[in-house]
C-alpha cells in the first residue's frame, strides 16, 4: 500500500466524526433553506415579490449576486447558496490546516518525516482527502435539494457548484497553510479568504 494511500486512510480516520458532522450539517441546511422557500414562497408572484425585493436591495446584491430566473429553485439556490458556499469552504480550509501545518506544530509530521514516504505524501493525502470530502458533500446537498422537491439537474448543478467551492478552498489552504508560519495564522488567512469571496 502506496504512503499516500496510507495517510489518506489515517487522515480519514482522524476525521471520521468532523467531516460526517460538517457534511451532514450543510445538507440539513440546504434541505430547510428548500422546504421553507417552497413553503413560504410557493406560489410565482410570492417568488417574483421576494426576487424584486432583493433585486432592488445592493446590499443582498454584493451578498448574492443577481437571481437567475423566478422558479423555486431560483429561489432557493438565491437564498441558500452563499450560506452553504461558506461552510463549504470553512469545512475545506480547517480540514487542510489540521492535517498540513498544525500537525508540523504539533510534531506529527515529524513522525511521519521518519518513515520512508514522499516528502509530499501528508500534502497528497489530504488534498485527496479534501477533494473527497467535497465530492461526497455535493451529492449530499443535491440529494437534500431532490428530497425537497427541486427538479434533479437543477438540484445536481447545486450540489457540484457547492462542491466546486469547497474543492476551490482545498487548494487555497493548502496554498495558506505552506506560506504561513502557523496553523492559526493559515486558519484565519484562508477563513479571511473564504469570507471575501
Known sequence: MSGVLRLLL?????DRVAVPVWILGITLLSFAT???VATQFGDEA???AILTLAAANPAFLFLRGLPDGTGVGAVVFFQGYAFTAVLAGLMSTFLVVRHTRSDEELGRAELLGSVPIPRAASLAATLLLGTAANLVLAVFVAGAFIA????????AAAGAA??????FFVALAAVAAQALPSGR????AAAGLVGVA
Open 34 to 36: 428548500s422546504t421553507a
Open 46 to 48: 410570492a417568488q417574483v
Open 162 to 167: 457547492v462542491g466546486s467551492v469547497g474543492i
Open 185 to 188: 495564522s493559515a486558519n484565519a
Open 10 to 14: 489515517f487522515q480519514a480516520r482522524r
Open 148 to 155: 425537497a422537491g427541486l427538479p434533479a439537474a437543477g438540484s
